[in-house]
């Protein structure tokens, strides 16, 4: 017997006492696991963030909500970044002069996108327990493949708002009809030999602007200062 075999052969045990008629939304999924671990404030909630996204090898930096633009061209400058594809709808005032703005277009290809140096982005939700970025293609953030292709993404969270402490919760706030992208730290694998090689189906780096109120330093807080 394959391996194919015992598969099918688990899945139609299971699903011996199901009626043939019956679909899978007529029935009610009891969903009474965890949503949150545990009770943090708002301000414990982006520090748990924080943590997070530096364990996945994301640099995190925090700014007020003024401060985005300086920020941004900081990071900009420290990569030698001299052209950034930008979504339709990121605020103006995030690129520095001087920058070579690329406005996102269907029209641009894998290879005009490897081109440019950074792409700036906006962000729908994040998820502090898992350091998760998510992305649904809102006007701030653009098309999945801006942010696949180049090799440097900075992405701006807007603190305490965009932030939750669960998948659970960052669903609630997600509609399932637009493409979602989640992010997880630079684009990384490994071999079987566990060498890790980053940037193989994604950015090899990912700057994280935590813009909003500051974030009292606590163990394991990553700071920019």
Request: net charge negative; aromatic share 2%; hydrophobic share 40%.
């Given at each position: 017997m394959s391996q194919r075999d015992l598969v099918?052969?688990?899945?139609?045990?299971?699903?011996?006492?199901?009626?043939?008629?019956?679909?899978?939304?007529?029935?009610?999924?009891?969903?009474?696991?965890?949503?949150?671990?545990?009770?943090?404030?708002?301000?414990?909630t982006v520090r748990l963030l924080a943590v997070h996204l530096a364990d996945y090898r994301a640099r995190v930096h925090h700014c007020d909500g003024d401060?985005?633009?300086?920020?941004?061209?900081?990071?900009l400058s420290a990569r030698g970044a001299r052209s950034v594809v930008a979504p339709p709808g990121l605020p103006g005032g995030w690129l520095p002069e001087g920058i070579d703005r690329i406005e996102d277009d269907p029209g641009l290809t894998a290879r005009d996108l490897d081109a440019v140096d950074s792409v700036v982005t906006g962000c729908a939700v994040a998820v502090a327990e898992t350091g998760t970025l998510v992305?649904?293609?809102?006007p701030d953030q653009g098309r999945r493949r801006i942010t696949l292709v180049p090799d440097h993404h900075v992405c701006v969270v807007r603190v305490p708002d965009q932030v939750v402490a669960s998948v659970p919760e960052a669903l609630e706030r997600l509609d399932p009809g637009r493409p979602q992208t989640w992010i997880?730290?630079?684009s990384a694998t490994s071999d079987i030999e566990l060498d890790r090689v980053e940037g193989v189906h994604g950015?090899?780096?990912?700057?994280?602007?935590?813009a909003g109120p500051a974030v009292a330093?606590?163990?394991?807080?990553p700071s920019d200062d």
């Open positions: 099918l052969g688990r899945v139609r045990r299971a699903l011996a006492d199901v009626p043939r008629e019956e679909r899978p939304d007529e029935v009610p999924v009891a969903r009474d696991y965890l949503r949150v671990h545990g009770a943090r404030t708002p301000e414990e401060g985005v633009a300086a920020k941004v061209a900081e990071l992305l649904d293609a809102s997880s730290g630079p950015p090899r780096a990912l700057d994280v602007v935590l330093a606590g163990p394991g807080v």
